[in-house]
């Protein structure tokens, strides 16, 4: 077959009032907040929007892979609305009017699908496209992430690693993105022959941990999160298809978000699909066929895509950005040109600096809910001895939240003030 079942998980709505749609969700469906991004949290520049994750509450489990994908009891609807008048959720609602923005649906091995897709594409010219992440977003090679891999390793020899990838065409990308086609025996005869007379001793020393460093260089920011759960071939397979990936606990959240569709016209605004994979602790590999769960599954496991609510909302204006780079270029306009891809630049170097802050983010919500959890069954079972000591464990989970959303308003506000300068006075030095 040709085709790969999808089933509806949520959509995300841009309205006016959120509150209100929120309070009439809570009256008519008995709907509740699950998660709340506020003011000053989610922004792009001077792009600022306030969101919140409401839904039902599921008590549904599940014993097998197949009937958590086609479960339908777990309700999440996320709403937007705009606190700036410039960025994507003010021009949807300005051209298109309240309504939704995006649906997501769910599939059983997200990176197999989106790599179906891309080929259908590649093969018939026709199909969807996907929204481009950075790949700073997986993981780059600097210098200082090469000596804190091969801590051994000094600096000189180092810095001559990281030269000769720069200086061999098809390593690696001014960004320092290694390029993914790259095999271990090509990488290997590439610095061989560029490598300084000086360093050679000790890359000869070295040799098998700084070829290790750098190929996974690629996936790097992944593999702090997940590890050696997954395989070399599922990381490639998520850069190589520029998949999102979240965690909450122990559970996995997959996510792929669309190009436009529906577009009117080219730099309109329009919805846009996406497509997630749930992946619960206890399945393993989810690109291995033979995955199972020897566990219950929940309903929703896996949250909201907390750690890339950011990503998404800046990587929609990075795009944005990028079409009038492509613009400027056609028209031969200098100026727009230059302003264009000084809004990629910032755009960008704000999402590499907010990523850690919303994986700490990321932590403390879990760890405050997994303390709330443990809070409840201690006292439920009469030790409060316990109770008190995962009291303590939320209130400190809670600290780190609070304080690591403040540096998350801090980052936001500091590229605020960039944009506005660049929009006010013309190119301005970051």
Request: aromatic share 6%.
């Amino acid at each position: 077959s040709t085709c790969m079942a999808a089933y509806c998980d949520h959509w995300v709505s841009n309205v006016i009032s959120r509150t209100g749609f929120i309070e009439t969700l809570e009256e008519t469906l008995g709907f509740t907040s699950k998660v709340d991004f506020n003011a000053g949290v989610v922004a792009a520049g001077e792009a600022q929007i306030e969101s919140t994750v409401t839904g039902n509450d599921s008590k549904s489990t599940f014993e097998e892979r197949g009937e958590a994908l086609r479960d339908q009891s777990q309700v999440y609807l996320p709403i937007n609305n705009a606190l700036s008048e410039v960025g994507h959720v003010h021009g949807f609602i300005q051209e298109i009017g309240q309504g939704i923005q995006h649906i997501a649906s769910r599939v059983d091995n997200l990176p197999s699908f989106v790599q179906r897709g891309n080929d259908f594409r590649m093969i018939t010219g026709e199909g969807l496209t996907f929204l481009k992440i950075p790949r700073s977003y997986y993981g780059v090679l600097t210098l200082n992430h090469l000596m804190q891999e091969v801590t051994e390793l000094s600096h000189d020899c180092a810095a001559a690693v990281v030269r000769a990838c720069e200086d061999n065409v098809g390593v690696m990308s001014s960004e320092g993105a290694i390029n993914l086609d790259l095999t271990e025996e090509e990488l290997i005869l590439h610095l061989q022959s560029s490598i300084t007379t000086q360093a050679k001793e000790e890359f000869k020393t070295f040799q098998d941990d700084i070829i290790r460093t750098i190929l996974q260089s690629r996936y790097t920011n992944l593999f702090k999160l997940l590890g050696d759960n997954l395989s070399t071939e599922t990381y490639m397979s998520i850069v190589r298809n520029q998949i999102l990936v979240d965690v909450q606990g122990n559970d996995l959240l997959f996510q792929i978000f669309t190009s436009n569709i529906l577009q009117r016209k080219p730099g309109h605004e329009s919805p846009f699909l996406e497509f997630i994979q749930r992946v619960c602790s206890s399945e393993g590999d989810p690109s291995s066929t033979s995955a199972t769960c020897p566990v219950e599954m929940k309903a929703g496991c896996g949250g909201f895509g907390i750690r890339n609510f950011l990503t998404l909302f800046l990587s929609i204006e990075v795009g944005k950005a990028m079409l009038n780079v492509s613009e400027a270029k056609e028209m031969g306009d200098l100026v727009a040109l230059a302003e264009s891809e000084k809004k990629v630049s910032i755009f960008t170097q704000q999402l590499n600096e907010s990523n850690p802050i919303l994986t700490a983010i990321s932590d403390a919500m879990t760890e405050e809910g997994d303390a709330l959890n443990d809070m409840e069954e201690a006292l439920r079972i009469g030790d409060n001895e316990a109770a008190q000591f995962h009291r303590k464990r939320m209130e400190t989970a809670k600290l780190d939240k609070n304080a690591s959303n403040e540096k998350l308003m801090a980052c936001s506000t500091k590229y605020n003030e960039l944009m506005k300068s660049l929009r006010t006075a013309g190119i301005t030095k970051v």
